[in-house]
């Protein structure tokens, strides 16, 4: 399944090499380094999955996740970091999104999250479409 992957974050190296090795397995991958610059890559190109880093400069991670579900409740989105990501309650701040996956990642099992998202969106699509 060839996807139209979206990836945000700040450390170029990083997002750059993860990148490449997604396209060797066929995906069309936009890159950028901020939130704005992912608001804006989302609006221009509607991808099937985003992939965000918590902690971008501009806006980070959350905030680019809340604004993309308000425009598109659907998109599957996956943030990384580096941090724990509970807040003082022990709840996640980003329970939107689909997973949220820490770094170093495992490639395989970052590549299974991100097709099993798009699974999951398109099937959830599927019966939101259907009891129209």
């Known amino acids: 399944m060839a996807l139209r992957i979206l990836l945000a974050d700040d450390e170029k190296d990083f997002v750059e090499t993860l990148a490449e090795r997604l396209e060797l397995r066929g995906h069309s991958v936009r890159v950028v380094f901020d939130g704005i610059a992912a ?10 999955v985003v992939v965000l880093d918590l902690l971008m400069p501009g806006l980070p991670g959350d905030e680019v996740l809340r604004r993309l579900k308000n425009v598109q409740p659907g998109l599957p989105i996956i943030l990384l970091t580096g941090h724990e990501v509970v807040d003082d309650t022990g709840l996640s ?10 770094k170093p990642l495992s490639f395989n099992v970052f590549l299974e999250t991100l097709e099993s998202a798009v699974r999951e969106g398109r099937a959830a699509e599927s019966r939101q479409g259907g009891r129209s």
């Open 93 to 102: 701040p980003v329970c939107q999104a689909y997973a949220c996956l820490t």
């Open 39 to 48: 608001l804006n890559a989302a609006a221009e190109d509607t991808p099937d």
